[in-house]
Each structure stands twice: as C-alpha cells, then as structure tokens.
C-alpha cells in the first residue's frame, strides 16, 4: 500500500492515476440512494456481465457513482466520452443499451430524456435541469467512483490537505476560510472561518472536530448524497478543521436510517488511513488526525448540535441552553467544532482556488454555492446546486421544469419543518441567507419542496407541526406542550370543529412558543403555520368559519356521465345515470378520493 | 425481589455472550457508548425488553432509569418485538405531499392493524419514518431493506402480497 | 482561596449594576431588588447543586442588547448586558409558559397534599392566571401508591427535573429520568417501574424538591386518626430530634425555632396517650453502638463501623454495596428502638397487651415509613412502629386538630423514655451520631470524665469530613459524610482499601435529618437547614445530661430489662440483619 508522505508523493501518484490506460468507453451508473431502490445494483451487475460475456472488458468499463442528482428520472446511466444519457433504466433496458450502444454504436432513443417539446436530448449536459447549476459541494458526486480513492486523488484530492499541513499553517487555513465568506450550510449561516477560529483560540490539550451529518429535514438528501458520493472530500475537510483549530480527534455523526451511506464512508475511512491520509503523522508532518462514526438513533432534534453533542456522549438527544457554544465547551467539555457535512466539503476547494475565486461567486453576505433538494410537485425532482443569489423562479421552472402537468404552483416551502412558504410573489427573490430572513423565511438546510394549487395548506401545516410535537425533545415547556397545543388547534380547525377564535390563538401561541423555547426546535416550530397563516389565511379562514366544503363534488360543466365514479365510490354516494350529469350526496361521502382518481375528464373537484 | 420482567435468565444466552463480548471489547469510555450498545443490542435481538435494558445497563454501571430514558428517547429503539416484515412508509415532506399519509392508511387497513404494532401473525410491523434520502421516488415504502418508489395505493397490495404467509420469498 | 474575580457591568431595567463575572441575571436581579419568578430553578449552593436546565421558561427576560428572551436563571451577565425584566415580550412569554403548564395539569389544589405549599399554585397567583387559553389533551400516567414512604403522580409534573437532579446529582441513586420525549415526556423510574420494586432508598429528597404535589410522602394521618379514635389502642408516639427545631416552621416561626415542649402538648392535645422521645432510643443506640464498636476494636473485628440510624442509607448499602454488608453496625435505628421497648418493657410495665399498643413515631424523614415497614422490624405479629408521619403531617394534623399552636403551654415527655440527653439532639445533624458516640466511648474506653463535650471537629457542613479523636492512647480515625452522592465516593474509596477508618457516621439527607425528606419545605433556600443545625446544637448546650451513658431512664431500662449492653434481650431487640438487594 502507497504512503503518501510529502507533497511530491501525493503529485505523483495523480500523475501515474492520469497516465493510466483509458478505456474507450466508460458506463457511469448511478449508485445513489434513489436509484439503488430502482435497482441500479442489479443493473451495474448485469451491465458488467454482458460486457465481459462479449470480451468488451478491456475496453469498455462500468463504474458505480454517486448521486447523478436528476433522482427523479433515475437510475441514470452516462455513457463516456460522448455523455449519451439514458434515463429511468430497467433491468429489461440492459441488453438494449449492450447490444445495440455498446456493440453496434445505436443510441436507443427510448431512453433517452425528452425535453419539453418532445425533442430527445442525449447528452446529460444538454438537459435543461443541469444547466442552470454550479458545482463545488457536489464537484466529484456522480464523476467519481467514490470507492476508488484513486479517482479522489486525480481530482485534486488531498491536495488542499498536504499543502496546508506541510507548508502553511493553521492561521493561514483560518485566514483563508475567512476571506471565503464561507457561512455554515447547516442552517444557521454562521461564517465558519469564525467558527473555527473561536475555536482555535481556546486553550485546550483536547479539542474536537464534529461532522453533523443527523440530516433531519425530511424531504432533504444533499449530505447523504455527499457522503456517499463524495466521502473523501469530507475526510479532508474534517483533517483540515483539525489541523487549524488544533484537534486530534474528528467525529461524524450520522443518522441511523442513513446505515447505507455509512459503508462507502467506513471504506474510504479505511483507505485513507492505509494512505497516510489519517492517522499518525499525516503526510509525513507531526500533525495526527483520527476520525470515527458515532451513531444518532431516530431524532430530528440531534441535529442540533448540542443535543448532538449529548447525544454523542450517549445520553438522551436534549438541547442544552448556550452559551456556553461548542466552540468553548462542546463534547466532553471540550472546545469543538461542529460544522454541515456541505459546508465542510465547500473548505478543501476553497483552500485550492484561493478565498478570492470563492468569494467571487455568490451574493455580498452569501458566498459561493448552496445545494437544494428539489422535490414535491415539481417535474425535475433531484439534487440542485446553484449560486448564492439565484431566484426562486430559476429554481423552479429553469432547474426545475416547472408542475408536472402544468398546474399551478402555489408555493415552495423552504428549510423543512422550521421554515416556510414562499409564495409565487416572492419567486424573483435572490436565494441568500439575508434576503430570506428579510422575507420571514430561512436557508434551512436545503429541503425545497414545491407545493401545488391541489395542496391545502392548513394540511401541509399541520403536517410540520405534527412533525416537530413529535421531535420535540420534551426538555421545555413552550415547545413541549406549546407545540403539540398548535398541532391540536390545527386538528380541530381541519375537522371544522374550530372557531374563528382558533386563528387568533394559533398566532400568540406561534409567536410565543418562538419567544420562549430553548433551543432552535422549538424556535422555529411555529414558522410553517406563521408564514402560512400570512400568505393564505383564507384557507384557515375557511376552516375557521367553517365555510370550507370538505366533501367531493361533480363539476357538472365537464362530466360526461361515464359512471366510472359512482361505481368507484365506496359509499356509494354518487348517482347519476350513464351519459347524465353525476351527483355526489354530499352527506354521505367519506372523502376518500376514490372518484377523483377514477374520472377520466377531471370532472370530479377536491373539497 | 426483582420483577420477572426484569429477570434477564429468560434472554437467551449465546445472543447474551455476543452483547457482552462486544460490550467487553470496547476501547474507552464504554457509558459514552450506551447508543452503539444499544444498537448492537437490538441486532442481536431484534427490540429491546426491559431484562435486556437492565442487562446493558448492570453492564456499562448505568442506572437502568438512565438506560431507559435514552432507549425511549429515540425512535429507532424498539421495546416491543417487531414483525418479521418492516413496513415503513416514508413521511418525509416530499412523500407527504405526494400521498403518503393514503399510502400508510391503505398499508394499515389491508394488514388490520395499527402504527408500531405487530400484527397477529408476527409478520409485519408498519411505521412512519423521517425521509430516507430517495425522496427523487417520493413516496418512498420499505420493507426490510427493500425500497419502493413511487409507490401508489394501488400498488399496495401488490407489494403485501410478496410477504404474505407461505408465499413469503427470500429477499 | 478565592481568586480575584472579574467584575462586570450591566443595566437591569434601568438600573446599573456591577457584579461579578459569573453571576447569573437572576442572581443580578436580586441584588437590585428586582425580582424574577422562577419555577425549574434550585439553587442548593452548599449542597453541592444547582438545576440550571432552564427548562420550564418561566423566568425569562429579555436581553435588549440581542432582542431576545434568555432565562435569568441560567445566564450569566456578560459586560454591557441591558436587560428589560417586565417587557411585553417577556411577561407575554412567560404567561404562555404558564398556561400552558396549567393546561396539562389537574389543577385540583382543594385536595391536593400541596395546597397552599405548591409552587405551581403561587406563581398561578403571583402571575394572576385567570383563564387558559390553550386547552388540550392532558398526560394520564398511573400514579404509583405501592410504595410505604412515596407517591407519585406524574400527572402534577411539570418536568422541572429537579427530582432528577436530587436524585442523580446528589445522591447518585438515579433512581428517576425523563422517559420518552415530546409531549409524552414523563419523569418516572426505569420501565415505569413501582417504587416499591427500584433501588429507591426512599430518602425523600426528591420530595423535598419537587415543587408540585408530583411528589410527595405517601400519608399516614388518617390511619392514626382512625387508631387514636378505637378505645381499645393504646397510642403512643415518639418525636425525632430534627423535628423539635424544624415544626413550628408550620406555624410561622423562624427557621430553627425550638418547640419541644409545645409539640408534646399539641400531641397530647390530639389525643395521644403517651408522647416518648426518640431522643431516649438515640441514647440507647448510642450505647449499644459504642459497646458494639468498643468490642470490634477489641477483638480485631470489621473496621470501619459504620452508623446504621439512617434507614435511606440502610437502603443505599443493601441495594448499591452488597458487597460491604458486614461492616455498617448491627444496632436498629433508635425510632425502631423505642418502637420495640414500647412493645415490650413499656408494655409490661403498664400491664398492656402489647398487640393493643399502637406506636406512632415523628419523623423528619420519609424513609422512616418505609423502615417501619421492613418485615424483620415485626417479632410475634406487630410492628415494632405502626405509623409514621413526617414533621408536615403533624403539622397537618395540628391544624386539622384546630389547635392553636401558637398558644400551647410547654408540656414534657412521658416516662420510661422521656428522658434524653444533649448527645441524643445531635442525632439530629450530620456529625452529631459520631459525636455523641465518642462522648460514650471515651468515658468508657478511658474510665475518665470527659470535660470538653463539644467535638468542634466533628460539625459543620461539608460534605465529607475527616477527624482524629484522640481517646486515651487509641488514635480514633472518624469520617462523616451525608448526602449519598459523597457517601458512595468514600465507600468506593473503602472497597480499594485507598482509605482507612474506625467509624464513619452517614446521614443520607444533605445536612442529616435537619434537611430530611420530611420536613417543613425549604423552597431552595438552604441557609433555613444550618439554622435548625444550630438550634440544635443549642439544645445540646442547654441540657442538663450531655451524655447517652448518663441518660437515667436508659439505665433503668438496663437494669430491669436488657441487663447489660449486647446481652441477648438486647439482640434480639435493638439489633439486625442486612440482605444483598438488586440494583436496578
Ligand atoms: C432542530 C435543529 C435541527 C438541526 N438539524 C441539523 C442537521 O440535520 N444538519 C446540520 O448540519 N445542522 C442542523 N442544525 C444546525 C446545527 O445546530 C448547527 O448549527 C450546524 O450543524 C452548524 O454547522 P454549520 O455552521 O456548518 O451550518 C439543526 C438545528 C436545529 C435547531
Ligand atoms: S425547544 Fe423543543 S427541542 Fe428544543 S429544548 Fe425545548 S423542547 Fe427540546
Ligand atoms: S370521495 Fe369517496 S366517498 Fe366521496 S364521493 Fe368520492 S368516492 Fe364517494
Ligand atoms: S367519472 Fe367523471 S365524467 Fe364519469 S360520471 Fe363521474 S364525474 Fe362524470
Ligand atoms: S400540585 Fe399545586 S397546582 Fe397542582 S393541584 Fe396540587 S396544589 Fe394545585
Ligand atoms: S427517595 Fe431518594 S433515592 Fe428515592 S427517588 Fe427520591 S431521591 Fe432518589
Ligand atoms: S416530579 Fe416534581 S421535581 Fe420531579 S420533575 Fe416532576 S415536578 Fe419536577
Ligand atoms: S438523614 Fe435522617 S431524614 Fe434523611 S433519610 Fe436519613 S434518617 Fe431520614
Ligand atoms: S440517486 Fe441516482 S440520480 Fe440521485
Ligand atoms: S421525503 Fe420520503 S424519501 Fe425523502
Ligand atoms: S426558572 Fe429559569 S427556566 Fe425555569
């Protein structure tokens, strides 16, 4: 096994890496969560067979990537050099893509993506959801084999590291991260360069460097997705944060559920410590750096991260009041730096282009890029990384493509359960830590969910509250029983057994619970209901007055009296005879939804 | 006298010698390690009982009431026994407003059972988790480890039915 | 030594004030007048422990510097700090946090044992609650009765966790924790365990604390009153030492206030047909303890001795040191004492079926409930004591008597144990057992009369003490430890064999029985349990005997009962066995 231990080590072994013998052809299959559960495996090892079974081996190769970002229309599949790319593979598709590709050099049209006129674009970079991005988190996530540290190291990999440790130093790495404008991607938008810098300055024979990678938002994926697509790029961030806040020990701290992506972390864990790249004297310097997984066990709030530092040290996951901040005392008393799986893999790229190319890219106060995890209703569902300062109409109908079939986009909801709508009239907003708390919004994490005129929003608020009274740790009172007295108000208003009164509590208690909770939780619990009590109170209105019809109806101008409804209806609430206009007996029905996926024409409208 | 549910002798024993052997072989702080334990403690078997709480916790000189508190703090530890089949359906944001919440009603329905509960013939267990990060399929099922993508009521019964009674196929 | 601490300056309503670095807004606040409710937050500075989990938000202020709420309690003062205690934001803030305490509460305070000493129900009043308005589902936890000496009901809990606090932090038993989380948060033992099946020692600390009626002493008072009313019960009571300084407490008195002769008359009053002092038993276990200690020395046996008066650290060593069974002394507590001279001696001496004698004892603590209870304290079918009430329920039980207390003529004990000495009142406070036993074992030891009674070595506060007595030429090394937290450090010092003693007393209350889990509520403020210390201390200098030895009555009882100390009458009934007990 290679030690790498100098500079000319770590060059050398890029140049052998690019001077190997190239394959004509390369098959890029992506291995990332979403498409795995579409059978990417199986299809990467049905791919390898046919290619060996037709002695292509030699020339033609398959390599397993991390998250190509498009999810939505995975598994995907990029054939290089010329990029052809084939969507939504199946197993059937295998032979297809060998005979006919590989063998006798015919694209197969049916697999390929459709723009929105119909026309067939083959080549990834020609489709209109990638254009809009840019890449510096997510720079080797779906390029590299993140199994192959080889190919970490022909993308410049550890070079940020060896240059720091063996001829600069820790002031030097602050300096720069500093000058970056870097903010933390965890939520808060702290600038980091000042994190570790408070951190550097404590005096402490035992310091911390701490990964959060409890990734709670639900309906976010970008860390898992950097993890395992990208995991040595952690690694040497993490080393970096080390060596400049002076720690010896580094820690990631990762959700249970995401046991997949702990694999392909565990291994380029492994390797990089054969390497040199971790361990004893790194590179040859007398610098040393150990990293190892702690486990979290189902709880959004451990993503805060003094509850994650509790957590780590094996007790229940409550928040703790700051100060006193990490940076002074985080886990085991120690002065420790706790930082977004993003925003850490953004340092080992600024190191390399230099703190003035960084800055250049983004807004004033927001540098650089920030990823989103599009998803909802929306056509173009997957990873989005664009510059600070990108508007939310780009987002949504440039990357995104816009509604599926076209219908009207009501709102995007934005940093999960603690942040909130964004309404079409905010659309031209630039995307930057400022401009949305400006707006009563956040950055979040980057959970970006598009909702539609179909989604009835006191749902989607109840929703975030039943989520956050079930996270909530239980430690204090406005958030312990505040929070779950929201959710029941919101209940009794969705039963229309509220009263107008309802909208009136719903709102000093938001803003109360806001005022009064401990830590971010609890904080920020209220803003789904806050924002969209702002921006569509005729909905609470409606269940508030109870004027709102919660039943099914017949749109007597488009039904054809086709009776699929009524012989759907479980209740048999609908009457009508065939080629008549249907009814639906409005006492009687459950709400089910039943005729409305059965209607042929669209005939049926949702209470 | 010590109440039998805590009476760690009905544990069996070879399962009981791996914990300990793992709980043994561990460097440094092992009380820091109560979630790891914990962990490793219900993949040998399968939930947590209180004997095997009390256990872990004579082990790592903890208070059981401490051990207790963080086994019920998080949601991945299970104090019941769980079905040979997960069924976990995805109520993350982006499932949700794709139609979860129907998906989960129809799951409960065709099993006649509830959250977190096993049903009578000990095959399945159905919960709600957080997003799994494959929101890209929203909404997302699982059955063990076997993901399921755009999965809609309709599709419901077609995928109980591979773990059905006898018709149950290895994954 | 106390380094020169930095000084800060902040602006508290208005108001400038320099305090040191450190020092909490609350604490600020205080300084200038100001005052802030709390609720969560227990300052037991000399005991070692602060709950600063900043958890219930009801003292919240804010921070005009940052525009935001901090809890006064737990944050410290920072240089330039303005803080606005009464601002719209913060009183609003706080009255939410309020409410919605008492939308998930019973609210049933007309028979709630903490009526009027709830401070849930003050600060509904000093906030001026008059409507909730945010109503919902409430907890509906089972309560635990199944215990002799604690109650619980989970539902009166506002997850303050100062019980957890106690408990833990103080004397290490961790017997409670928060399970669950969200709005199914309940503080409860491990699996919602009964009490009666943890390693509870039932010390009552966690009572003592607990602001609510979550909490509280499992009561006797009713059974007493149905046994004072049957004609055919001969009901006798006997008061512990701790009780005298603390009880008129209830009344109105200061903090450590003597009342001796007042709660005699106030018993007698409710009907008692004969008050004894647990003063007398503590002479006499001061006797057969010395006896016992004298004899180890002599014959080479287990070294240390520890006291074993304290039945919560009875419960502690069966429970967390198995392993150590053999070296806490033999001699029963002296409330067991006079329970089983009562059924015996007295009883014979006054020609009374001893199953008619119903023994009621006074106590500061809760554990003594549970230590009546112990079925190796039954010989022949009955109990050496039948009930027993804490110093709040006698209290209770004078109001409810409708006797004026304030108005009482002093009255004396009984005979055949209403003697006592000034040795017996120490029992009262951490360090007055071992003082009281070196006064007897010196003159016993020695054959000379001790003229300095006063061990000034041996009181005080800390935590864990150390001494040298000097008897003769023996060179007696004493350790006092109360709280049980310090305990466990000393005993697992003694399991590595790292440290050396004759005889260590433990008390497992913090102060000993003065801050017993059964006393009148100090609401945190801990300076009200050195008052009683030294009230007690007090009665000791005022008596006329100042030791167990010369105690008369005692001697009688030898005489013309047990015959000598450690003579098997004595055995049989002064003394015990321990059992090894799980630890859960
Ligand atoms: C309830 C709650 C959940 C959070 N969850 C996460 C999370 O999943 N991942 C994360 O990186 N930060 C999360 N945070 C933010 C962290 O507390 C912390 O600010 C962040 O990890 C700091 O890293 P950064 O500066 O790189 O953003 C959460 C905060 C709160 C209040
Ligand atoms: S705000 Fe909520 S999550 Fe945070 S400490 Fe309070 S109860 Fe726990
Ligand atoms: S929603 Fe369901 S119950 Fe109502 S009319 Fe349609 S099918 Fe019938
Ligand atoms: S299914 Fe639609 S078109 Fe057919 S009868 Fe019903 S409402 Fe009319
Ligand atoms: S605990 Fe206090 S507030 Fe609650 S019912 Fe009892 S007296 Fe009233
Ligand atoms: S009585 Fe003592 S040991 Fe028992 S729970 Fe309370 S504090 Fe803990
Ligand atoms: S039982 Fe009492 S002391 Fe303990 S948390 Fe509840 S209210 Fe606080
Ligand atoms: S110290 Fe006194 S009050 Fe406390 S438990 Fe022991 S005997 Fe009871
Ligand atoms: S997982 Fe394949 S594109 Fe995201
Ligand atoms: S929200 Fe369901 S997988 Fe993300
Ligand atoms: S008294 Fe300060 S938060 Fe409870």
Known sequence: MLLVNSLNDLKQWKKNVLKRKKYTMTLVVCAGTSCLSSESDLIIAMLKNAIEKNQLDAEIQVKPVGCLRFCGIGPLIVIEPDQTTYMKVTLKDVDDIVKLHLIQGEVVERLLYRGDNDELISTITEIPFYKKQRRIALKNVGLIDPRDIDEYIAHDGYLALGKSILSSTPEAVIDTLKQSGLRGRGGGGFPTGLKWAYTAAVKSNEKYVICNADEGDPGAFMDRSIIEGDPHALIEAMTLAGYAIGADQGYVYIRAEYAISIEPLELALKTSKEHGFLGKNILGSDFSFNIDIKLGAGAFVCGEETALIRSMEGHRGEPDKKPPFPSESGFRGKPSVVNNVETFVNVPVIIREGAAWFSSIGTDNSKGTKVFALAGNIKNIGLVEVPMGTTFREIVYDVGGGHPNGKKIKGVQIGGPSGGVITEDYFDTPIDYDSLTAIGAMMGSGGMIVMDEDNDMVEIAKFYLDFTQEESCGKCTPCRIGTKRMYEILERLVNMEGDPKDLERLETLGINIKNASLCGLGQTAPNPVLSTMQFFREEYEAYAYRTKRTTYAVDAKKCIGCTKCARVCPVQCIEGKVREVHRVIESDCIACGACYEACPVDAIIKP | ?171 | MKLLSKMVNCTINNKSINVEAGTTVLEAAKKVGIHIPTLCHLDLHDVGVVNQNANCRICLVENESRGNLIPSCAEKVTDGMVIQTDSIKAVMARRTSLELILSNHPKDCLTCVKNLDCELQSLASEMNIKEIRYQGEMMNHPKDFTSPAIEKDSNKCIMCRRCVTMCDEVQTVGILSPLNRGFDVVVATAFHLDFNDTSCTYCGQCVSVCPTAALAEKTSTPSIWRRLNDPQKHVVVQIAPAVRVALAEEFGYEPGHISTGKIVSALKRIGFDAVFDTNFGADLTIIEEAHELIERIETGGHLPMLTSCCPAWVQFFEHQFPDLLDIPSSCKSPQQMVGAISKTYYAEKKGIDPKDIVMVSLMPCVAKKAEAARLEFTRDGYPDVDFVMTTREAAKMIKEAAIEFKQLKDQSFDDLMGESTGAAALFGTTGGVIEAACRTAYESITGKELKNVEFDELRGFDGVRKATIKIGDLDLSIGITHGLGNTRKLLEAIRRKEVKFDAIEIMACPGGCIGGGGQPYHHGNIDILKKRQQALYKIDRHAMIRKSHDNEMVQALYEHFLKEPGSDIAHRLLHTKYQPKERI
């Open chain 2, 1 to 171: 006298m010590i109440p039998n549910i805590l009476d760690s002798k009905s544990l069996d024993k070879d399962l009981l010698r791996k914990l300990s052997d793992y709980i043994n072989g561990l460097e440094g702080d092992k009380q820091e390690q109560l979630i790891h334990v914990l962990h490793k403690a219900q993949e040998l078997f399968g939930y947590l009982p209180y004997n095997l709480q009390l256990f872990v916790a004579r082990k790592l000189d903890l208070s059981g009431a401490k051990v207790n508190g963080v086994v019920t703090f998080y949601s991945f530890f299970n104090e019941e026994p769980t079905g040979k089949y997960t069924v976990s359906v995805c109520m993350g944001t982006a499932c949700f407003v794709k139609g979860a919440e129907k998906v989960l009603n129809r799951i409960l329905n065709s099993l006649s059972t509830e959250k977190n509960k096993i049903t009578e013939d000990g095959l399945f267990t159905v919960k709600d988790v957080r997003c799994i990060g494959a929101c890209g399929l929203a909404p997302i099922v699982t059955v063990n480890e076997k993901v399921y993508g755009n999965v809609t009521v309709g599709d419901v019964e077609k995928i109980l039915e591979k773990y059905r009674g006898d018709r149950v196929v290895s994954e």
